[in-house]
């Protein structure tokens, strides 16, 4: 069976995890905000990854409400204090039951891309919101990664050449690069109205934090890299690029798809 590309357990998974705080927080929490999210909802936070949207959800929703943080491997998460009404709860979305139902939120960001039974976890997210509750996936568009700057034509085509076969992994495992173009969609297919999606990217320079994302990313398989095809030097010389100032290449684009569970027929309006 495919199985998630990106191993939790692994020792470089805490840089992932740190890059995409730093490249993508700001972002999910401005899609976050505009469910209205206020204190005293109940939140899921799905694959939460280090914690820390599920620890900024535990601080929007206060004590009155609460956050269940689910993982496959939680080891990064554990290590945060938090509050009580925030609690962190190893499980897979794929197999095990949700955890509880009648939710005000559901959040999910890179987590569906990469199940292969990602159409079959959605209807069972949407299932268990509350009528008028949220689902907010976040998804990348792994297609559209530009190089926007590049001072010699040849490193550009290394960057396209070996970002192409980290795709093509990530979809023998079982992932859908492009499922961020894809997942509003699969939320109408769901019966989720009140539908609207925005989209955060960014030019990202060498040298700087946010491109380090690429690096970790190649960084925890190499090896697989190198089996399909890749050769080491290729490696060496992709490592070199991410750190060169005049190498700018687009971010992958987030995309923040909301919709919330129908109102029951004669119950009023959204909140
Ligand atoms: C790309 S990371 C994203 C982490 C976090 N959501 C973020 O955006 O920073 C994908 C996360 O999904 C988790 N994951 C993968 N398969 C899962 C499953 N079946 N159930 C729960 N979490 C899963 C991984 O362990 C990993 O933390």
Redesign the pocket.
């Known amino acids: 069976m495919p ?2 590309l ?4 692994a020792a470089q ?1 805490a840089d ?2 740190s890059a ?2 730093s490249c ?2 700001a972002a ?1 929490r401005r899609a976050l905000e505009l469910t209205g999210l206020t204190s005293g909802w109940r939140c899921l ?6 914690g ?2 599920g620890d900024w959800l535990g601080e929007r929703v206060g004590p009155e409400g609460e956050v269940t943080v ?4 939680p080891r ?1 998460a554990v290590s945060r204090a938090r509050p009580k009404h925030v609690r962190l709860l190893r ?6 039951p949700l955890p509880g139902k009648n939710y005000d939120l559901i959040h ?4 569906l ?3 292969p ?1 990602r159409l079959e ?1 959605l209807p069972r997210l949407a299932a268990s919101l509350q009528p008028g509750g949220w689902l907010v996936l ?1 998804e990348f568009d792994c297609s559209w990664t530009p190089v926007l700057a590049c001072e010699d034509e040849a490193a550009a085509e290394l960057f396209g050449r070996v970002h192409t076969v980290l795709m093509g992994l990530l979809e023998k495992a079982g992932a859908d690069p492009l499922w961020g173009r894809r997942v509003l969609g699969a939320m109408a297919a769901v019966g989720l109205t009140d539908l609207t999606a925005t989209t955060f990217a960014e030019a990202w320079r060498g040298g700087n934090t946010e491109i380090a994302l690429h690096r970790h990313n190649i960084d925890q398989v190499d090896d697989q890299l190198v089996a399909a095809g890749v050769a080491s030097g290729e490696l060496d010389a992709f490592r070199t690029l991410l750190q060169h100032p005049g190498f700018i290449v687009n971010s992958y684009p987030l995309i923040s798809a909301r919709g919330r569970r129908r109102h029951a027929r004669g119950k009023g309006k959204p909140r």
């Open positions: 199985s998630y990106f191993d939790s357990a998974a992932r995890f995409l705080e993508y927080d999910s936070e799905v694959g939460g990854g280090s820390s949207l689910t993982e496959l491997e990064w499980h897979d979305i794929a197999r095990d999910a960001r890179l987590v891309l990469h199940l039974e976890v976040e």
